[in-house]
């Protein structure tokens, strides 16, 4: 009886801490996806000014950060 009330406790806490995580993986996913945004910004700007390779160089930065 004593392992089985341990064992209860033990998978209570457990997923009290997995929890606890999910605002950080929030934050850190929404920090990649602004940072995307921004460079995203960035290469359209470069687009419609006509520098294609700068354009290209911060599309593939974008896209590395999503991989």
Avoid: P
């Amino acid at each position: 009886m004593k392992k089985i009330l341990f064992t209860f406790i033990l998978l209570m806490f457990a997923n009290t801490a997995y929890a606890g995580s999910c605002m950080t993986m929030a934050s850190k996913i929404d920090a990649k996806i602004e940072e995307v945004q921004k460079l995203r910004d960035q290469a359209m700007k470069a687009h419609e000014a006509g520098d294609h390779a700068k354009s290209d160089e911060l599309f593939a930065k974008a896209m590395e950060l999503l991989k």
